[in-house]
């Protein structure tokens, strides 16, 4: 309980600076804009690049691993994305935005500390990371980009599979895994670079939320409060409990890989989805709202993992 109290108190408590400025009008929306503009374009990509570039030895485990959580994840993203357009009557790209904020989770700054600290789990949550920064967060950008209606055939699918590499988390996502591959060594000084950015980007995301909250009009639960109980069904329920499932399916029983999957896909939806909608301009109040739900109920959900699992 210690590890998630030390962990989770100072993300409310840089949200609630951030919620402070706003309110107080020592920030606003512009700056909440700039700061998001700053996480996007640099902050997660030198995070992500610095990370990825650094995974080397994967073995049996590790793929068995990756495959049962990347297949089933994307099978629950497009899952969300389904009930989205049905349930609620969402455009494509809110759809899209409502199926990322459901699959994608903290793990970066709320998960990884706790990994760390726990014997054996860093190593497989790592290899988490590097298919939710590959494969999650490239379909991602796919569903929330805008669509081309002029296009068809060969020309859709191109622009498909060229549009992730437009967004700055997914370059550096890929860029980093090539450099671990490859086995290219990062100049340190290069790294201090990225990992002087990187410390950066969750404290500013995590302002910004707050600044967010302080600056936007209040959420009407009435028409949202549905779309954002899907979410948080699907992020703290749906998801944990279909990837751990296709985890034992897939025959791995070493406890630590078990127990690092649990605590992946129990953190809250990232602050990386709402700086993405934000971007997109789309879906904002919704992803935002989830974000603080799924906060709250993953000091119970972490907790429960640590629990069973440490």
């Known amino acids: 309980m210690?590890?998630?109290?030390?962990?989770?108190?100072?993300?409310?408590?840089?949200?609630?600076v951030g919620f402070a400025a706003g309110r107080f009008n020592l920030a606003g929306a512009d700056d909440a804009a700039a700061l998001n503009r700053f996480v996007f374009r640099f902050g997660f990509p030198a995070a992500l690049f610095a990370l990825m570039s650094k995974a080397t030895g994967l073995g049996g485990d590790d793929g068995l691993l990756a495959l049962s959580y990347g297949v089933t994840a994307v099978?629950?993203?497009g899952l969300a994305y389904a009930l989205a357009r049905r349930m609620f009557n969402l455009d494509p790209q809110d759809a899209g935005a409502h199926a990322f904020a459901s699959v994608l989770g903290n793990a970066v700054f709320l998960g990884l500390p706790i990994a760390l600290g726990v014997e054996g789990w860093a190593r497989p949550f790592v290899t988490l990371m590097l298919v939710e920064g590959i494969?999650?967060?490239?379909?991602?950008?796919?569903?929330?980009?805008?669509?081309?209606?002029?296009?068809?055939?060969?020309?859709?699918?191109?622009?498909?599979?060229?549009?992730?590499?437009?967004?700055?988390?997914?370059?550096?996502?890929?860029?980093?895994?090539?450099?671990?591959?490859?086995?290219?060594d990062v100049p340190q000084t290069v790294r201090a670079v990225l990992d002087l950015i990187?410390?950066?980007?969750?404290?500013?995301?995590?302002?910004?939320?707050?600044?967010?909250?302080?600056?936007?009009a209040r959420l009407d639960l009435r028409k949202s409060g549905g779309k954002t109980l899907a979410i948080v069904a699907v992020k703290m329920g749906v998801l944990p409990a279909a990837c751990f499932a296709a985890l034992l399916l897939a025959g791995v029983d070493d406890p630590?890989?078990?127990?690092?999957?649990?605590?992946?896909?129990v953190v809250p939806t990232a602050v990386g989805a709402y700086v993405i909608a934000s971007q997109h301009g789309r879906y904002i109040d919704e992803t935002a709202s989830a974000i603080a739900a799924t906060t709250l109920l993953s000091?119970?959900?972490?907790?429960?993992?640590?629990?069973?699992?440490?």
Do not use: E
């Not at 109290?5 to 949200?15: E, H, T």
């Open 135 to 184: 494969v999650i967060i490239s379909v991602g950008a796919v569903l929330m980009a805008p669509r081309d209606k002029s296009a068809s055939g060969a020309v859709a699918i191109g622009q498909a599979l060229k549009r992730p590499l437009t967004n700055p988390l997914v370059a550096a996502a890929l860029a980093g895994f090539a450099f671990a591959l490859l086995g290219i």
């Open 198 to 216: 990187a410390r950066a980007a969750g404290p500013v995301g995590l302002f910004s939320l707050g600044l967010f909250f302080a600056t936007r």
């Open 256 to 265: 630590a890989y078990r127990g690092a999957l649990a605590l992946f896909t």
């Open 75 to 77: 099978a629950v993203m």
């Open 2 to 16: 210690s590890a998630v109290i030390d962990v989770a108190l100072p993300v409310f408590a840089v949200i609630g």
């Open 299 to 310: 000091l119970a959900t972490i907790s429960a993992v640590l629990a069973i699992f440490a």
